[in-house]
């Protein structure tokens, strides 16, 4: 992996405040998304009880400044990496489609990376659904590292999208040959 390209493309998409909105957007959307998944029955209770929006978005809030204490330091960090990936995943991606098209190769790659990253980075309960959907029947007991190995192998598949992108970008969207 050439850090070079990846510094350059970074550096070029993120002199426009818009590309900080894109990424400030999709790690709250992330971080969300993912309190949202480990508390579907307290806001489906919140939800049929009839509160207000503004209560729900206050337990969200709640929700979110508790993570350490609920999760754990080390899940709340892995949940604030993974946001911050794919936030620059989301904002090199809309530079690229915004300068040089889309492109079903790119737009596939980052949606993939994010899929799996995100699964295996926050939570490691979802990962073992996953892991149970690809044929793993133990889940998480049959991992050494009680799915930290899993939290790893996500952070690089959130990595590669940016990488690629980067290159892309790099060479204003054009393929090598």
């Known amino acids: ?7 350059s493309s970074v550096g ?14 999709t ?3 992330v971080v969300a998304f ?18 207000p929006l503004s209560t729900i978005i206050n337990l969200m809030a709640a929700l979110v400044k508790g993570i350490e204490q609920s999760a754990g330091f080390a899940t709340a960090v892995t949940i604030f990496v993974s946001a911050v990936l794919v936030g ?11 300068n040089f098209g889309f492109s079903t190769k ?6 993939s990376g994010f899929v799996l990253g995100a699964f295996g980075a926050g939570c490691p309960a979802c990962a073992t659904g996953a892991l149970s959907l690809a044929g793993v029947a133990g889940g998480l007991a049959a991992l050494p590292f009680q799915g930290w190995e899993l939290r790893l192998l996500s952070f690089a598949l959130l990595v590669m999208p940016i990488y690629w992108l980067s290159r892309d970008i790099e060479s204003g969207g054009a393929c090598k040959i």
Request: charged content about 10%; overall charge positive; hydrophobic content about 50%.
């Open 27 to 29: 790690m709250a959307l």
């Open 1 to 7: 992996m050439n850090l070079r390209v990846v510094r």
């Open 12 to 25: 070029k998409v993120y002199t426009k405040w818009q590309y900080f909105a894109v990424t400030g957007i």
């Open 88 to 98: 620059v995943n989301a904002s090199l991606l809309v530079y690229r489609v915004r």
């Open 34 to 51: 993912y309190i949202f998944l480990t508390n579907v029955p307290l806001f489906a209770q919140a939800i049929s009880s009839g509160y």
């Open 106 to 111: 790119q737009g596939s790659s980052t949606l």
